[in-house]
Nanobody, 116 residues
Framework: QVQLVESGGGLVQPGGSLRLSCTAS????????MGWYRQAPGKQRDRVAT???????TYADSVKGRFTISRDTAKNTVGLQMNSLKPEDTAVYYC??????????WGQGTQVTVSS
């Protein structure tokens, strides 16, 4: 069972920045893709950004130009740099990992609150 542990959430003012980090229990090269999703109260969990084993990145339209997903293979971590944060970015952010012939793995989530 893959274990994913997120960190880096918190309270930030609009326009501020936060960096989330996700540490995997094994080599991130064992996953064909990793990503970040978020879920606001009363809403469904939505994709924020993904990065494939080959390094291809994708972003939700709402975060393009503001968020950057990256990885550190030596540390088995995937990060999400979030800049120019808006109140509508407030949500619980979840790290995900996809492996062949296995259900998607999820972290426990980290709260991000954007408020003045």
């Amino acid at each position: 069972q893959v274990q994913l542990v997120e960190s880096g959430g918190g309270l930030v003012q609009p326009g501020g920045s936060l960096r989330l980090s996700c540490t995997a229990s094994g080599s991130i090269f064992s996953f064909y893709a990793m990503g970040w999703y978020r879920q606001a109260p009363g809403k469904q969990r939505d994709r924020v950004a993904t990065i494939t084993k080959g390094g291809t990145t994708t972003y939700a339209d709402s975060v393009k130009g503001r968020f950057t997903i990256s990885r550190d293979t030596a540390k088995n971590t995937v990060g999400l740099q979030m800049n120019s944060l808006k109140p509508e970015d407030t949500a619980v952010y979840y790290c995900s990992a996809d492996q062949t012939f296995a259900p998607r793995s999820w972290g426990q989530g980290t709260q991000v609150t954007v408020s003045s």
